[in-house]
């Protein structure tokens, strides 16, 4: 196991850069520790299997199922076998509140819940290679294809079996209408909060930016998101400060200052709270390896 590849969280920029849809089709690398980042991430296994410890329950996975979850909780893939391929995204989640899934499988998602299929085929491999080598291209035109015929992929789910981990009954996607214009709000305030998460904001910021009430944009965004307004700010400095602290020699203090948080109390707080250790626990953890 010493001698096995693994995955460090500040090795690539999925907890830094919030904003930046990020695919991938290669080999997984175990993670000694789990990790959190603010985008939904798609997992789709080409060859081999793998297993992931969620927030709240594990799941194995193998060759031809896909799973959907949100990210921002924290997950880690702990084994995997040594012929393991997968593919899949990070959206970030202004793009995944244009997908056209049912109502209570997002709230599921945003929640804590794993969504897993295993109605897929060839074209998914071919697909996802594409995808991958259209988002990594250069091209701005072709990565935005990418990512709209992903969105169009995922959504294809609700007409195939389908189960949601921990246990709800297996079925086709019921749930109540999908809200275009809640939508676009959600959108608008999550575009808001990615590019200015590092400063000083509050509510009445996020709202001015979808042009909507502040108690309104609160009430939205935590029935959509099951977050509060507050909570996703830190999700966001916390996933950021995650990647900072496995830089050699970081100091907790500048972590939190360059994260966003205004004291150190605040972001030991917070740290804890969602990663189930302090800061310098978590970056010691890392030194280590």
Not at 35 to 51: K, T, Y
Not at 103 to 123: E, F, I, K, P, W
Not at 201 to 210: L, Y
Request: proline share 4%.
């Amino acid at each position: 196991m010493s001698e096995r590849p693994f995955y460090q969280p500040g090795a690539s920029s999925v907890e830094g850069l919030p904003l930046a849809l990020q695919m991938f089709h290669n080999h997984p690398l175990v993670m000694l520790k789990p990790h959190w980042h603010a985008q939904v991430e798609v997992n789709f296994i080409v060859r081999g299997s793998v297993h992931y410890r969620m927030a709240e329950h594990e799941i194995a996975l193998s060759a031809g199922e896909m799973c959907l979850f949100w990210g921002g909780l924290p997950h880690q893939m702990d084994d995997l076998s040594g012929d393991a391929i997968y593919a899949g995204a990070h959206l970030p989640l202004v793009h995944f509140f244009r997908l056209h899934l049912p109502a209570d499988v997002r709230h599921r998602l945003m929640t804590g819940a794993t969504l897993v299929t295993n109605a897929t085929d060839q074209s998914d491999d071919d697909n996802f290679k594409r995808w991958n080598d259209y988002a990594r291209s250069g091209d701005p035109a072709k990565a935005e294809h990418a990512v709209n015929e992903l969105l169009l992929r995922l959504e294809r789910v609700r007409f195939d079996p389908y189960r949601l981990v921990p246990g709800t009954a297996s079925g086709h996607g019921a749930g109540s209408a999908f809200d275009q214009q809640s939508s676009r709000n959600v959108g608008r305030m999550c575009d808001f909060i990615a590019e200015n998460f590092l400063y000083d904001i509050d509510c009445v910021n996020i709202a001015s930016a979808a042009d909507i009430h502040p108690k309104y944009a609160m009430s939205l965004f935590k029935k959509s998101t099951g977050m509060t307004l507050n909570e996703y700010v830190n999700l966001l400095r916390l996933s950021y400060a995650q990647a900072l602290l496995m830089h050699e020699g970081a100091n907790v203090l500048k972590v939190a200052m360059d994260s966003g948080f205004g004291s150190l109390s605040a972001f030991n707080k917070s740290f804890r709270k969602l990663a189930g250790m302090s800061p310098s626990d978590f970056r010691r953890a890392g030194a280590a390896r």
